[in-house]
């Protein structure tokens, strides 16, 4: 199982939008759908799902945030033919952002925001080039502009099993955001791989709770590690969330965190839920006694 497992935030659409989705891609299914009950948000959908063999997550839990392109899933493909095909498959509804085109970086890519909001990059690749499907890539705009490079070293230096794979900068006078340096790097965590750039040009979004990165954590002391790690705006701690000093959302949690939310008894899963609900770091020992009723 990945250590990372990217997390999205929906109004009313995580069901309807995760099973779009893994009927894109081969090696895709739905993993389990449950209902958290009684929260300040009502009655959430809550949905794991896995596309092109990875593992993601997602909620339906009211209109408070909204997806937008400063963090997207990078799609890589060795067939032209699928490409396009997955291509208009996100285009209905959807809202081209860079045309589907032969680009000097790429000789097929295309930049889109599906009708659920979410952003994709598809890009064609040379057969035997493509080391990973679906890449987390990260666009730092606005305050957080210039700091892709700075985030990246962070998040490696935070994980173990972590290196920079490439980095290329911006050339003085390529683009107009003077803060922005890195045009493109790559980065492994635990043989999951990440992308960043810095955008070359002013934006109107930024990086919110709409996706967020939860991190399986093994027991109250990796949690205590991460939240420390990750945790830079206090006002953003609640239910196991926190948000760092490049304003990247995740969930720090258990690996089994939500075991009970899809197998135990109606009481069980409510003692759970209102327990997590009144606390910012998860106190893994006090959801247990939840659980039990204590």
């Known amino acids: 199982m990945s250590k990372i497992i990217p997390h999205l935030w929906y109004d009313t659409q995580a069901i ?9 891609f081969e090696n895709s299914k739905i993993d389990g759908v449950t209902v958290i009950k009684d929260t300040p948000s009502g009655d959430c959908d809550f949905v794991y799902f896995t596309l092109a063999g990875q593992a993601f997550s997602a909620i339906s839990a009211g209109p408070y945030f909204k997806l937008n392109p400063s963090i997207s899933l990078t799609v890589a493909f060795d067939n032209e033919k699928e490409l396009r095909n997955i291509w208009d498959k996100l285009s209905e509804g959807g809202q081209p952002l860079m045309p589907l085109d032969a680009y000097p970086f790429c000789p097929l890519y295309g930049w889109i925001q599906d009708r659920f909001g979410l952003s994709w990059q598809l890009m064609l690749l040379r057969p035997g080039d493509i080391t990973q499907k679906i890449t987390i890539s990260f666009l730092f705009s606005q305050s957080h502009n210039g700091q892709s490079e ?5 998040y490696m230096d935070t994980f173990t099993h972590s290196e920079m794979h490439m980095i290329q900068y911006y050339q003085p006078g390529e683009v107009k955001a003077k803060q ?3 045009k493109y790097l790559n980065f492994n965590i635990n043989g999951q791989q990440f992308s960043a750039m810095d955008h070359g040009y002013e934006a109107d979004f930024d990086f919110n709770e709409a996706f967020s990165l939860m991190v399986l954590c093994k027991d109250q002391a990796e949690i205590d590690y991460f939240w420390e790690k990750l945790s830079h705006v206090p006002e953003a701690e609640q239910c196991g969330w926190c948000k760092d000093r490049f304003g990247v959302s995740w969930q720090v949690v258990s690996d089994d965190w939500d075991h009970v939310l ?16 009144e606390m910012k770091k998860f106190d893994l020992a006090q959801l247990e006694r939840a659980r039990r009723g204590e």
Not at 16 to 24: D, K, P, R, T
């Open 16 to 24: 309807q939008a995760a099973n779009f989705y893994v009927s894109l």
């Open 150 to 154: 700075e985030a990246a070293r962070y």
């Open 180 to 182: 922005a340096k890195v």
């Open 262 to 277: 899809f197998h135990g008894s109606e009481d069980e899963k409510k003692r759970v839920t209102d327990a997590f609900l």
